[in-house]
């Protein structure tokens, strides 16, 4: 059988049992063509499987200055920087774990989601938590003197099991109120729960940067602070186990993307500042203390065990939580980037 499939000026020809010690038979025009568009078509599907190995979607419940790390990531390119195309959706909390399971997004930025359903059999694992402690912030009317106050009122949180609902709770019981007593109405996300608050369907409202600050501007005020009642990892990614055991590289790129963006809001305050006053409408003063409030809780993207295997003993007094659950496997921060 003959190997030759180019001879100098002759057209191009493939191996075949016809051929001779002169050569090979030519190949027809429409094969050659038809082998051309076929390895056209090989590379147009190589190059479409990799750009879209770089595009994500991220879920989110509700813009917040915690979450400005993500919007600076995108406005500063460092989701490009790390090839990257990002793509953000707003839904509730409580759907962000099936989102990711479904394929409809790749991460969701509560990891305390992540656990509420990993305890529960979904394969799902935090694989970045931007804060040590949490900023919650118990907002009332000026009406609410002491904790009797709220009996039989109502209180606004984002949703059952979230972040606010715990904080809420813990809250309560630091006034000597059981949760009975105070009706918790779900708003599906901070900025909800500020505009209930505002709307006088509620007397008081679980909030964070910027809302809270808004709040007492508008003449409301901060009745309890409640981050340090309760250990609950705040913001962050969590995904599926199947998107780590596929995409670990891709999750790498995701996290210091992410990181560079802390990085920059932590040297930039003057930038970050004046971009939380735009995006959530703040006077400069409000803008300043939620920035200092937020930059002084930022974390090296890991959250200790321990505070993990806090918030599972937290999950126990309201459900059956197995005992022999380990904490450890509910996180991986292998994707890090390494220290800079």
């Not at 002169?22 to 094969?31: E, F, K, M, R």
């Not at 040590?132 to 118990?138: G, H």
């Not at 008081?204 to 940067?209: E, H």
Request: charged share 20%; net charge positive.
């Amino acid at each position: 059988m003959s190997t030759t499939i180019f001879r100098r000026g002759r057209p191009l020809c493939l191996p075949s049992r016809r051929a001779t010690a002169g050569g090979c038979p030519y190949i027809g025009l429409a094969i050659l063509k038809f082998v051309l568009a076929l390895g056209l078509t090989m590379l147009a599907t190589i190059a479409h499987a990799a750009d879209a190995s770089n595009k994500i979607r991220i879920g989110y419940p509700s813009s917040a200055v915690s979450t400005l790390p993500f919007d600076i990531a995108k406005e500063k390119s460092f989701y490009a920087k790390h090839g990257l195309e990002v793509e953000y959706i707003q839904m509730r909390s409580a759907l962000g774990p099936q989102a990711i399971l479904n394929g409809n997004i790749n991460f969701f930025t509560s990891p305390q989601s992540a656990i509420n359903a990993a305890v529960a059999g979904l394969p799902l694992v935090v694989v970045l938590s931007l804060y040590r402690d949490a900023p919650w912030v118990l907002v009332t009317n000026k009406d609410i003197a002491k904790g009797q106050d709220l009996i039989g009122k109502r209180i606004a949180i984002s949703d059952i099991r979230s972040s606010p609902y715990y904080y809420g709770r813990a809250g309560l019981r630091k006034l000597g109120l059981d949760e009975k007593q105070v009706g918790l109405v779900t708003t599906g996300g901070t900025s909800n729960s500020f505009t209930t608050l505002l709307t006088n369907q509620v007397v008081g409202a679980v909030l964070s940067p910027p809302f809270d600050e808004k709040a007492v501007t508008a003449g409301y005020k901060k009745f309890l602070f409640l981050g340090d009642l309760v250990d609950i990892p705040y913001v962050g990614l969590f995904t599926s186990q199947a998107e780590v055991r596929a995409q670990r590289e891709r999750i790498r790129r995701t996290n210091a993307a992410v990181l560079d963006a802390v990085a920059w809001q932590k040297n930039n305050r003057a930038e970050a500042v004046k971009m939380i006053v735009q995006k959530f409408k703040l006077s400069a003063g409000e803008a300043e203390r939620s920035y200092e409030t937020m930059v002084a809780m930022f974390s090296d993207g890991s959250v200790p065990t321990k505070k993990v295997r806090s918030y599972l003993n937290l999950l126990r007094e309201g459900r059956p939580v197995a005992e022999d659950i380990d904490p450890d496997k509910l996180v991986d921060f292998s994707m890090l980037p390494t220290p800079r």
